[in-house]
């Protein structure tokens, strides 16, 4: 079965500071990836996807992820954080059976300081 | 576009109640997901339609847990008896039909079993 592994539950960065979360992923095939971003009391909005075309992927809000193989990652970086970027990240693997079914990591909690 | 609608919000109730949560996808999705997320913990998937189809249920505790989505809009999820572990965001969410659409989700259900 795929899986995900968020490293860090909470990740704190100052305004301007880069922002990296970490995932890792276990597939015995090349995966699907994606990064989802949760705002308090709302739902989960895609932030960008891997789907096995270009390794560095680009998404909304200046978030970018790189696909690497040989250390079976997709981190999420962003060059400069904004206080509008706290909140919870979720990295997520597609199934391979077709059905389209999401499995999510635990999530990272992303606080920006001033 | 209108977005994915949930109801109610919020949904506290004591155990061994029942419970009822309502979805309304994105129009012309036929794909429809309802997933449990438990505080501290990504969303689990629990149920998947295609149409009024079940495409994959295999994760939804039958025994106390059911949905359905009759005409193949609308969907309802049933919870009878709660239990305290079912003290949860239960969130839905909605794609057009195929194995590699976007999830669109709504913004949940927070349940609390007392």
């Known amino acids: 079965a795929q899986s995900v592994t968020q490293l860090g539950s909470h990740v704190s960065v100052s305004e301007g500071a880069l922002v990296l979360l970490r995932c890792n992923y276990s597939?015995?095939?090349?995966?699907?990836l994606f990064w989802y971003v949760q705002y308090p009391n709302q739902g989960l909005q895609l932030l960008l996807k891997?789907?096995?075309?270009?390794?560095l992927v680009k998404g909304i809000n200046g978030f970018e992820a790189e696909f690497k193989k040989s250390e079976t990652s997709f981190h999420l970086t962003k060059p400069s954080a904004h206080m509008s970027d706290a909140a919870e990240y979720f990295c997520?693997?597609?199934?391979?059976?077709?059905?389209?079914?999401?499995?999510f990591g635990t999530g990272t909690q992303l606080k920006v300081e001033l | 576009e209108a977005g994915v609608a949930q109801s109610p919000r919020y949904k506290i109730i004591e155990k061994r109640q029942s419970v009822a949560f309502w979805c309304n996808p994105i129009?012309?999705?036929?794909?429809l997901y309802w997933y449990q997320q438990i505080l501290g913990q990504g969303p689990k998937l629990l149920i998947q339609?295609?149409?009024?189809?079940?495409?994959?249920d295999s994760q939804l505790p039958k025994d106390r847990f059911s949905a359905e989505r009759l005409k193949g809009v609308d969907s309802t999820l049933k919870i009878q008896p709660a239990k305290l572990e079912d003290s949860a965001v239960y969130l839905c969410?909605?794609?057009?039909?195929?194995?590699?659409?976007?999830?669109?989700f709504g913004p949940g259900t927070r349940l609390t079993v007392l």
């Open positions: 969410a909605s794609s057009l039909a195929g194995s590699s659409n976007e999830q669109f």
């Open positions: 597939s015995s095939v090349p995966p699907y």
């Open positions: 891997y789907t096995s075309a270009a390794t």
């Open positions: 997520a693997v597609r199934d391979t059976g077709g059905g389209n079914k999401l499995t």
């Open positions: 129009s012309g999705h036929a794909t």
């Open positions: 339609f295609q149409n009024n189809g079940v495409v994959d």
